[in-house]
């Protein structure tokens, strides 16, 4: 028998599935033509807004011209401008009163500053230190006093009231320094060399009252042999008349040495001789030996890390020869007797540049004639040109002045 019916798979009513098929393709198809058109709209609605609120802003005067540069590529200006928002405005309002303190009520009472920005402890510490020195140049004088200004007196006096002016300095400066250092305006890794293998050379002019001439400008070179315990140098200064010339030697070593680079305790032995060829000309003899420590105070005070500060004290001898008129080959000695007493400290301004402050006294530092004055203050700045190469430039005031700049190369480090 022949099949007359149709195939399972093809009855009449499929006919239409292929229709609805279609259709149903045709619908998302639409829907993401619509969405795509809803989005469309609304991106230039919001781009509309953006640029009307823009314009608004503009005719008020708040838009500025920024450079479109990326942020790694930014000064901490640009970035600011651009609406870069670093640390908390109110902290920064804070500290920068604090330092405005510091620097002016802190002249009067230390650690006004850090008191400012609740850090009592170092406050305390500098508010110490400021009634230490002022002690110590209260008793110099009611020494003096008392003693009716002896010989005798001056022993003890000139020293404590040279200690005592360079306390009050450092601790002054110690507060507007840790006021200033936070997460924005931080100390730079201190680069002051202490080890290695140096050679200098500089140019230094000397303005001195008691020089007929009034001024001295000499050459000067010198090295240092630094292995950490145990460091020897030697240097000369050579007036450009050649009327003039200085030779001087060290010895010295460090006996303990801390954690950090500048954290030790040295002695050293220093000897010089000055020829001095001018008129009233004059031969001298000097020695001195001295101790000292220096140390980084971030050990105590974080607000002060990589901050050094120290202070040495000695005895120290000068054997002067004169000519007498009645006869040129005869000679007049004397002998003058000094204790040195020095205090420094030092830190890095930028990443390269380290400043160097100090107050000492070293009777006759050049001349015999110089006044004893209230010691010698300066100023060192040490900028680290490269690996090898320092550039120096330093300044020193009492009774006269001394300018100097030169080059210090690191043959080994």
């Known amino acids: 028998?022949?099949?007359?019916?149709?195939?399972?798979?093809?009855?009449?009513?499929d006919a239409s599935a292929?229709?609805?098929?279609?259709?149903?393709?045709?619908?998302?198809?639409?829907?993401?033509?619509?969405?795509e058109a809803e989005e469309d709209e609304l991106f230039r609605t919001r781009e509309v807004r953006e640029s009307q609120e823009a314009e608004a802003r503009e005719?008020?005067?708040?838009?500025?011209?920024?450079?479109?540069?990326?942020l790694e590529e930014m000064s901490l200006e640009e970035a600011k401008e651009a609406g870069f928002i670093f640390g908390d405005q109110a902290e920064e309002e804070s500290r920068s009163a604090a330092i405005f303190l510091a620097a002016t009520a802190g002249l009067l009472v230390h650690g006004a500053g850090h008191w400012y920005v609740d850090e009592p402890t170092t406050a305390l510490y500098l508010l110490v230190a400021e009634g230490v020195s002022v002690g110590l140049m209260g008793s110099a004088f009611l020494w003096r006093w008392l003693s009716d200004d002896s010989p005798a007196s001056q022993v003890y006096a000139g020293p404590a009231l040279y200690a005592g002016l360079g306390l009050f300095g450092l601790?002054?400066?110690?507060?507007?320094?840790?006021?200033?250092?936070?997460?924005?305006?931080?100390?730079?890794?201190?680069?002051?060399?202490?080890?290695?293998?140096?050679v200098a050379a500089d140019y230094r002019y000397l303005g001195l009252e008691e020089l007929s001439a009034g001024s001295l400008q000499l050459l000067s070179a010198g090295t240092t042999v630094d292995f950490g315990t145990f460091y020897f140098g030697g240097r000369t200064d050579q007036e450009i008349s050649l009327e003039t010339s200085v030779?001087?030697?060290?010895?010295?070593?460090?006996?303990?040495?801390?954690?950090f680079t500048h954290d030790y305790v040295f002695a050293e032995v220093d000897g010089e001789w000055l020829n001095f060829g001018g008129i009233g000309g004059f031969r001298r003899l000097s020695g001195q030996v001295r101790a000292g420590v220096s140390f980084e105070l971030g050990h105590w005070v974080s607000q002060l890390r990589r901050v050094a500060i120290g202070a040495s004290i000695g005895y120290g001898r000068h054997w002067y020869a004169f000519p007498i008129p009645s006869g040129p080959e005869l000679k007049h000695a004397i002998e003058v007797s000094y204790i040195p007493v020095?205090?420094?400290?030092?830190?890095?301004?930028?990443?390269?540049?380290?400043?160097?402050?100090?107050?000492?006294?070293?009777?006759?530092?050049?001349?015999?004639?110089?006044?004893?004055?209230?010691?010698?203050?300066?100023?060192?700045?040490?900028?680290?040109?490269?690996?090898?190469?320092?550039?120096?430039?330093?300044?020193?005031?009492?009774?006269?002045?001394?300018?100097?700049?030169?080059?210090r190369l690191w043959l080994w480090e």
């Open 171 to 198: 601790s002054y400066i110690l507060d507007v320094i840790g006021t200033a250092q936070n997460s924005q305006i931080g100390i730079a890794e201190n680069t002051r060399r202490a080890r290695g293998i140096s």
């Open 1 to 13: 028998m022949l099949a007359t019916s149709l195939p399972s798979f093809a009855q009449p009513g």
């Open 247 to 259: 030779y001087g030697a060290t010895l010295g070593g460090r006996p303990w040495q801390g954690p």
């Open 59 to 70: 005719r008020q005067g708040e838009v500025r011209e920024i450079d479109e540069k990326p």
């Open 342 to 407: 020095e205090t420094f400290l030092h830190f890095n301004l930028t990443e390269r540049l380290n400043a160097r402050l100090a107050y000492e006294y070293r009777q006759g530092d050049f001349l015999q004639t110089a006044r004893p004055g209230l010691g010698m203050a300066s100023l060192e700045f040490l900028y680290r040109s490269t690996n090898r190469l320092d550039l120096v430039l330093r300044g020193r005031l009492s009774g006269g002045f001394s300018l100097s700049g030169g080059l």
């Open 18 to 35: 292929p229709t609805g098929a279609k259709n149903q393709a045709k619908q998302p198809a639409q829907k993401s033509k619509t969405k």
